[in-house]
């Protein structure tokens, strides 16, 4: 039963201090599996690269895949993807805040016959309020929105099949929202769990306007609905405005002593009406830098160097 092959991607940026205690851990638990550790270096600043060829050159199962500037986590998720040879592909990240002690049964459950097995965090007390409040806000939102589920408490840290892989890694489209594409496939899932570690060394890169984008990202990659949404705060606007003519109008005739000349114009024209069309412009500006995006047929990544392959 273990004669597939395992591809771990690991995508890194300025993780200098976690490469080697990460490896200290994952490679007793790989050691019985046939496998391959591919480390995606997403533009770091520091030591990163020297840590990882300096590990890979005692271990040709450990490689790297190195950019030549930061593209973002999602496009070094997809390089991973794209260069993993497994039968099975798991992906992690380099903070340590993701056992890999649980691998082993994330494979028990792909070899149950399940494409993708998530890790689900079944507490997640080392994180703040701010952020648990935030993701779980995210989660319900975009799943509200969108009508593909995508599970909640999971990250990045999942096992998926290779007809999983070759399914994301074929798909067109530009913007990679990885989560959203995996559970989109409707793939049979299984769910392994865990509770959540504080991180080895250093800080998050995950900053609130990066959560922000993401967020973005990921609601308008799998649905159109604020774009009805914008229509329907349109004709609540509408709405409001021909109430405030009614208000005005009635109130010139029967209460003109009570009435402030344009008090009612202003408001409603400019607080209402204005913010509705700045959320809807908004928008409809985040649609169209996506086909923006997706015409320019630029290159996703920009490899720099690869090593052991």
Not at 24 to 31: D, F, G, Q, T
Not at 110 to 139: C, S
Not at 166 to 171: G, P, Q, S
Not at 232 to 256: E, R
Request: hydrophobic share 40%; net charge neutral; aromatic share 14%.
């Amino acid at each position: 039963m273990k004669s597939f092959l395992l591809s771990l991607v690991i995508p890194v940026f300025n993780e200098e201090h976690n490469v080697k205690p990460l490896l200290e851990r994952v490679l007793p638990i790989l050691e019985s599996y046939n496998y391959e550790i591919i480390f995606v270096d997403d533009g770091s600043k520091d030591k990163t690269i020297e840590v990882i060829k300096s590990a890979a050159s005692h271990n040709t199962h450990i490689k790297l895949i190195s950019f030549y500037r930061n593209f973002g986590h999602q496009m070094a998720l997809e390089a991973g993807y794209e260069a993993a040879r497994g039968d099975c592909v798991i992906s992690i990240d380099a903070d340590l805040q993701d056992p890999p002690e649980i691998i082993p049964q994330m494979i028990e459950e792909w070899q149950k016959g399940h494409k993708i097995v998530y890790a689900k965090r079944k507490k997640r007390e080392v994180d703040n309020f701010f952020k648990k409040e935030t993701a779980r806000l995210f989660y319900s939102f975009i799943n509200f929105l969108s009508d593909t589920p995508i599970p909640q408490d999971v990250g990045d840290f999942r096992l998926i099949d290779r007809e999983v892989v070759t399914f994301i890694t074929e798909l067109p489209e530009r913007a990679r929202f990885l989560r959203g594409l995996v559970a989109w496939g409707g793939f049979s899932s299984s769910y392994v769990y865990f509770e959540r570690e504080k991180r080895h060394a250093g800080k998050t890169h995950y900053t609130l306007s990066k959560m922000i984008n993401f967020a973005l990202d990921g609601i308008t990659s799998f649905s159109s609905k604020p774009l009805r949404i914008a229509s329907y705060f349109g004709f609540l606007s509408a709405t409001f405005g021909f109430s405030g003519i009614l208000y005005a109008f009635i109130g010139k005739i029967f209460l003109p002593s009570h009435l402030v000349t344009g008090w009612t114009g202003l408001f409603v024209g400019i607080m209402f009406l204005g913010g509705v069309q700045l959320i809807t412009i908004g928008i409809i500006g985040e649609y169209i830098t996506k086909i923006y995006h997706e015409v320019q047929k630029r290159p996703q990544y920009l490899v720099k160097e690869k090593v052991n392959f």
